[in-house]
Structures are given as structure tokens and as C-alpha cells.
């Protein structure tokens, strides 16, 4: 059972931090960490903007758009991952960092670019 102290988990929340961070300061040399989903930024965007035509990415709620951007690359790069596992981590980072409706949010997105994107588990 996951937990708080899980070490995949704190790498996640490490890595949607630096995104976080990344977003406010695009000049700066990004960290390792987030390197790849930067290298991916434009097809990842382009997958978000068509799962959530609602919502231009610069509307998205920074955080939000951090945890989205990270699971998008998961799904689309990490097919050792479980793919209820990559959901189950971005709505638990909803939940921690996020508003009320971060999680349903979050969850919408990613489920409609599961669908768009026919990514299996």
C-alpha cells in the first residue's frame, strides 16, 4: 500500500514541484528531473489542450497544469507504469497541493486523454 514516505511518491511530488516552479521562471535551466517533460512540453500540451478544450493552458491552475503535464508524460512514456497508478498518483497530488477541485480536475483530463490518446493499462 503506497504511503506518504513511499519513494516513488516523493519523486513525484519532487518532480511536479520543479514543474511548478519551471512555470513561474521558463528562463532558467530547467533540473534533470524535469528535462524529458520539457524536451515533450509541446505534444503534451497539445494532448491537455484536447482533453480539456475548456480550459487554454494558460488558464489552468499552475499547480494543476504541474501534476497534469507530469502524469501526461507518464502515460505516454512509461509503459512499465500501470496506468491506474499514474491516476491514482496525480489525484493524490491534486488532493495535497491543489484546490477543492483539483482532483476532478485532474481526473476529467487525464480520463478524456486516456480515451483520446487509446492508452491501455
Same mark, same amino acid.
Given at each position: 500500500m503506497k504511503t506518504a514516505q513511499d519513494p516513488r511518491h516523493i519523486k513525484r511530488t519532487e518532480i511536479m514541484q520543479e514543474l511548478f516552479a519551471w512555470d513561474f521562471h521558463q528562463e532558467k535551466k530547467p533540473l534533470s528531473q524535469i528535462e524529458q517533460i520539457l524536451d515533450n512540453l509541446p505534444s503534451i500540451d #497539445?494532448? !491537455?489542450e484536447k482533453a480539456a478544450p475548456a480550459w487554454p493552458i494558460n488558464k489552468i491552475n499552475k499547480i494543476?497544469?504541474? *501534476? @497534469?503535464?507530469? #502524469?501526461?508524460?507518464? &502515460?505516454?512514456?512509461?509503459? $512499465? !507504469?500501470?496506468? $491506474? @497508478? !499514474? *491516476?491514482?498518483? #496525480?489525484?493524490? &497530488?491534486a488532493k495535497a497541493f491543489g484546490s477543492d477541485s483539483s482532483p476532478g480536475f485532474v481526473n476529467?483530463? &487525464?480520463?478524456? &486523454? *486516456? !480515451?483520446?490518446?487509446n492508452i491501455t493499462t
Open positions: #497539445a494532448m !491537455i494543476d497544469l504541474a *501534476i @497534469v503535464r507530469q #502524469a501526461t508524460f507518464e &502515460l505516454t512514456h512509461s509503459s $512499465k !507504469i500501470p496506468v $491506474k @497508478v !499514474i *491516476i491514482d498518483e #496525480a489525484v493524490e &497530488l476529467g483530463v &487525464l480520463g478524456k &486523454l *486516456i !480515451i483520446d490518446n
